[in-house]
């Protein structure tokens, strides 16, 4: 299968990061094809909601989305996104690629192009942040579900860690690994 993972924070070598590298190396012992793209390094314009994508099923703009996230997230089979959590939403970067979805949003639902004819496609999200409380994690979680549905991602489950601020302070937390390998098996 083709694991295909999007990486949200700006901060290198951060929280987020070892998630997505430990979920990375999981999948590779299990024999699969991964590819990490980062988020903050792309070269990604906002979407300006012009609607050329709602009525043309193309976006306007030839960048990094259109040159290097749309065709690998087509060949994904499992998508995974690892962000930390800034003001309960998705750090900038991420955030400007997740709009530009709407461009696979107006083919689905707009110009019904059915581009991943029943692929069964499966998205999971690794989230990590620095506070504790009950819904930490709800606005990355909305926001990731919506984001998959566009691409017929099915949303399978969300690994979240609390109370994570520091940069590589994950690297202790005693859950960290065998969650991400039991995901990494279930899926
Ligand atoms: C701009 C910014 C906004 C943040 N907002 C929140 C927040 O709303 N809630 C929270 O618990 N932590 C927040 N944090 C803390 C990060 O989520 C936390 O430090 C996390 O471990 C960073 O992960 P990373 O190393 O992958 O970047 C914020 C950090 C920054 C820099």
Redesign the pocket.
């Given at each position: 299968m083709n694991i295909l993972g999007v990486h949200g924070?700006?901060?290198i070598k951060?929280?987020?990061?070892y998630l997505m590298s430990c979920f990375m190396k999981e999948m590779e012992i299990l024999g699969h094809k991964t590819q990490v793209l980062h988020a903050a390094k792309l070269k990604i314009n906002h979407c300006i909601g012009c609607g050329h994508c709602e009525t043309k099923g193309v976006c306007i703009f030839d960048d990094d989305f259109t040159t290097q996230f749309l065709p690998a997230l087509h060949k994904a089979d499992i998508f995974v996104v690892s962000?930390?959590?800034?003001?309960?939403g998705f750090?900038s970067a991420l955030k400007t690629l997740i709009d530009r979805i709407q461009v696979v949003w107006s083919r689905k639902y707009r110009l019904k192009t059915d581009d991943y004819r029943g692929r069964v496609r499966k998205g999971v999200l690794l989230g990590?942040?620095?506070?504790k409380g009950k819904d930490?994690f709800e606005g990355l979680e909305l926001t990731a579900r919506y984001f998959f549905d566009a691409a017929d991602i099915q949303y399978e489950t969300g690994l979240f860690y609390?109370g994570?601020?520091?940069?590589g302070?994950?690297v202790t937390h005693p859950l960290v690994h065998e969650e991400i390998q039991k995901l990494a098996h279930r899926l």
């Open positions: 924070s700006p901060r951060g929280n987020s990061d962000s930390p959590v800034y003001f309960y750090p990590v942040a620095a506070t930490l609390r994570i601020d520091e940069k302070q994950i």
